[in-house]
């Protein structure tokens, strides 16, 4: 994987990622695709749309239909039909906040599934296995997400352990690009068919900054992550139900402890407001379900700021969602219409929505990395806040 900074504006950057499955334009918006799909729209709309990368859940894709199945497939790329770059987490920060039962371990966590109650482990081996078969562009380590709020005493020794299973994740990273494993599945050949060998082209790793809201903990945490040498470097940990305040102050804490030249990854977060500050900050890639989620209940983003489209207001306007935008849905749909399938609970609502939203979120970045070309992110700054605070 190659990064390059093209221009910078303050500590605000626009560059290029190169995987082997294509260029990602930075400041980049990953849409989530959950379990192997971003809900309600193809992979050729998304690519219509400016998708460079996508995000894929392991913890999801583990439980259902199970790595080894995938594998088994043709790997993630050819099971979702998505040729382009894939990053998927490590299945931590699902077994945090979706599993009810877990147990943390020196080796790992102990978690019960949300689909069915069975029992599973993930540890640093198992998170770099599933993600090695699952076969994705960049793959994450498995990190210690300490919720809000935390003592001190317990997030050190969440840090710890972040750091611990960081540096067994590299090891056993490295020793599966050497030596990849292989599905059992595909091994024996799956009944009735042909044995597919399915190899994965070379996977990066990325390391997660941990140490909740306290700086010097934050400190500590990169320290050791860059010792230990990642290919990038995501924050996690924030936007766990801490104030906004405290969120930003963070963010702009964090960015200048990571390594200038690599990829900057600020996890989990997506609202507009916060990805300009976390882009002003220095943060070069962005992922959040907020586009996708919201569109499904009726919430989408335009250029004068969020509507909901089932107010009565829209029942009988014939004008676009938003007049500034050149979608599929705005080029082709009333605002009268889209309430009304919206209100019948019509499939090609949730269609519609998700594609408008998406294309809002990528235009958006695409401005904002000309503006950072140009040498005005904070003119583009200025007059968005006022748009989506
Ligand atoms: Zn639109």
């Not at 460079?52 to 099971?79: A, D, Q, V, W």
Request: proline content about 5%.
């Amino acid at each position: 994987m190659k990064f390059n900074i093209i221009k910078s504006d303050g500590n605000a950057r626009t560059g290029l990622i190169e995987t082997d499955r294509g260029k990602i334009h930075t400041p980049a918006f990953i849409p989530v695709g959950t379990v192997g799909t971003v809900k309600a729209v193809t992979p050729d709309e998304l690519k219509e749309m400016g998708a460079e990368m996508i995000l894929c859940n392991t913890y999801h894709l583990y439980l259902r239909p199970g790595h080894e199945i995938i594998s088994s497939l043709g790997g993630i790329h050819k099971f979702m039909n998505w040729d382009r770059t894939i990053l998927t987490d490590s299945g931590g920060f699902q077994v945090f906040s979706l599993s009810a039962l877990r147990k943390i371990e020196e080796n790992g966590v102990h978690f019960k599934s949300h689909l069915d109650g069975s029992m599973h482990f993930i540890g640093p081996k198992e998170a770099m296995e599933i993600q090695s078969l699952l076969g994705s562009d960049i793959a994450m380590v498995l990190d210690d997400c300490a919720p809000y709020p935390s003592s001190y005493e317990y997030t050190v020794e969440s840090l710890e352990r972040t750091t611990m299973w960081a540096d067994q994740c590299k090891e056993y990273h490295k020793k599966m690009q050497d030596n990849p494993p292989m599905s059992p599945l595909t091994k024996g050949g799956i009944k009735g068919e042909s044995c597919i060998v399915y190899r994965a082209s070379p996977q990066c790793l990325f390391g997660i900054i941990q140490g909740g809201m306290y700086n010097d903990l934050r400190k500590r945490s990169a320290e050791e992550l860059v010792k230990i040498g990642f290919d990038g470097y995501a924050v996690g940990g924030l936007s766990v139900g801490e104030p906004k305040e405290e969120m930003h102050e963070m963010i702009y804490f964090t960015a200048p402890l990571l390594p200038y030249y690599k990829p900057r990854y600020l996890m989990g977060i997506g609202d507009l407001k916060d990805v300009l500050i976390g882009v002003e900050a220095g943060f070069d890639m962005f992922d959040c379900v907020m586009p996708t989620r919201n569109a499904r209940n009726g919430t989408l983003f335009t250029s004068r700021g969020r509507i909901s489209i089932k107010r009565e207001e829209f029942k009988s306007d014939r004008g676009p969602l938003d007049p500034d935008c050149e979608c599929y849905t705005c080029r082709n749909y009333s605002r009268g219409y889209l309430r009304h399938i919206f209100l019948s609970k019509e499939i090609l609502s949730m269609r519609l929505n998700t594609i408008h939203n998406l294309y809002f979120y990528f235009n958006f970045f695409r401005n904002m990395r000309r503006f950072i070309r140009e040498g005005k992110f904070k003119e583009f700054k200025i007059r968005w806040e006022e748009i989506v605070r």
